[in-house]
Structures are given as C-alpha cells and as structure tokens.
C-alpha cells in the first residue's frame, strides 16, 4: 500500500524557516516524481513545487520568489521542503503527492499525503 | 497561465440523485483534466484522469466527460460518503492549476 507522511510543520514567526518531510512506503520510490501542493485555511489547492525521480529536476511556483527548496533522499526515501524567508501567505496545510509536473510536461496526483500544518504568526 | 473555473460554488443534493459538476479551463487542454475529492479534514483523492478515467478503486458512479475546455463530473446515485469538495485540476503544462472547487452537500 502507497503511504507518504507528511511531517514538520508548525508555528513560525515571520521570517522564519521550516523544513518539511515525506517519509514514503509501499512503492519504489526512487523510480516516481513528487510534489508539493498547499491549502491555506479555507481556501484551494495550490501547486508549490515538483522533484523528478533522480532529484535532477525541479520545479516552483512563481509566487514563491526562490524563497522555498526541494529536494529528497531516495536512500530514506524521503521528500524534503526547505521553506525560508516565510510570510503569513505561506500559512497552509502542505501535502506531499505522487506527482509532477514542468513547464513542458504534467502527470495528475495520484497519491496523497495526510498533510502537515504550517502556521506563521507572530 | 490556464485558468481554472469550476461551478457552481455550491451544490445542493438529495442522497440518492445525480450531481453534475462543471469546470471551464481558459484555453484548450484537451483531455488533460483531473478531478480530486475532499473530505474535511482529509488530503485530495484522485477520482478521474484523461478527463473520463476512473482512477484505482473509485467507483462507477462517478463518471468524467468533456474535452477542449468544458468538462463535467457526474455522480450517479450520491451515496453518504460523496458529500465532499471537488476540485478539477489541469495539467497540460505547468502550473498545474487548480479550481476553487465545487462543495456537494446533502439537501
């Protein structure tokens, strides 16, 4: 069975910085793309960024401004999110999913992590 | 970047009755279209991809449609546990984007 757990999140002043997880089980995981997609309370489903397989190729959001990093650890199989510089906007649920998607080429997301909760407040 | 419109915002249904859901991209995607269910407190599940596939174990009530830039989903015989949020995603290039989404609660 697919699991991703989410991990990490938390309270952070603005300006702060946060590295999320995703600890991956029941696939091969070196052999997906994965991503990160957000939801601020309330609100929608936002795209935040993918990584290829290999970890060679990433992706981001524009609104993100190079202030968030992805990356993973196929030996942990484990999917990271370095979130620096952090606003109040950046507030969110974030979820790791089986998924990617470039400029040029996108798969869906067909696999979900439970989320982990991002507050940023003062 | 491709906008998203899903209607309505809300819809109202009896359990039992058909829902159809409706999602407008701004530009052709062509069958590049996902659809996701939300359940409080729960991450997306993926329901339908390529517009009209069924993903792994979703049932045969729901069931996708269109192409270009209008698209429907449609759940037949609403059952308890469809009452949720749905979202269309397109995904012929990046950005992927999202819908607002479309709630489907019991009337």
């Known amino acids: 069975e697919v699991q991703l757990l989410d991990s990490g999140g938390g309270l952070v002043k603005p300006g702060g910085s946060l590295r999320l997880s995703c600890t991956a089980s029941?696939?091969?995981?070196?052999?997906?793309?994965l991503s990160w997609v957000r939801q601020a309370p309330g609100k929608g489903l936002e795209w935040v960024s993918s990584?290829?397989?290999?970890?060679?190729?990433?992706h981001y959001a524009d609104s993100l401004r190079g202030r968030f990093t992805i990356s993973r650890d196929n030996s942990k199989k484990t999917l990271y999110l370095q979130m620096n510089s952090l606003t109040v906007e950046d507030a969110a649920m974030y979820f790791c999913a089986i998924g990617f998607c470039s400029p040029a080429l996108c798969f869906p997301f067909d696999h979900w992590g439970r989320g982990t909760r991002v507050t940023v407040s003062s | 970047e491709i906008v998203m419109t899903q209607s309505p915002a809300t819809l109202s249904v009896s359990p039992g009755e058909r829902a159809t859901l409706s999602c407008r991209a701004s530009?052709?995607?062509?069958?590049?279209l996902a659809w996701y269910q939300q359940k409080p407190g729960q991450a997306p599940r993926l329901l339908i991809f390529g517009a009209s596939t069924r993903a792994t174990g979703i049932p045969a009530r729901f069931r996708g449609s269109g192409s270009g830039t209008e698209f429907s989903l449609t759940i037949n015989s609403l059952q308890s546990e469809d009452f949720a949020v749905y979202y269309c995603?397109?995904?012929?290039?990046?950005?992927?984007?999202f819908g607002g989404g479309t709630k489907v609660e019991i009337k």
């Open positions: 995603q397109q995904y012929i290039n990046g950005p992927p984007v």
């Open positions: 029941g696939f091969a995981f070196s052999g997906y793309a």
């Open positions: 530009q052709s995607i062509s069958a590049n």
């Open positions: 990584i290829s397989g290999p970890g060679d190729d990433t």
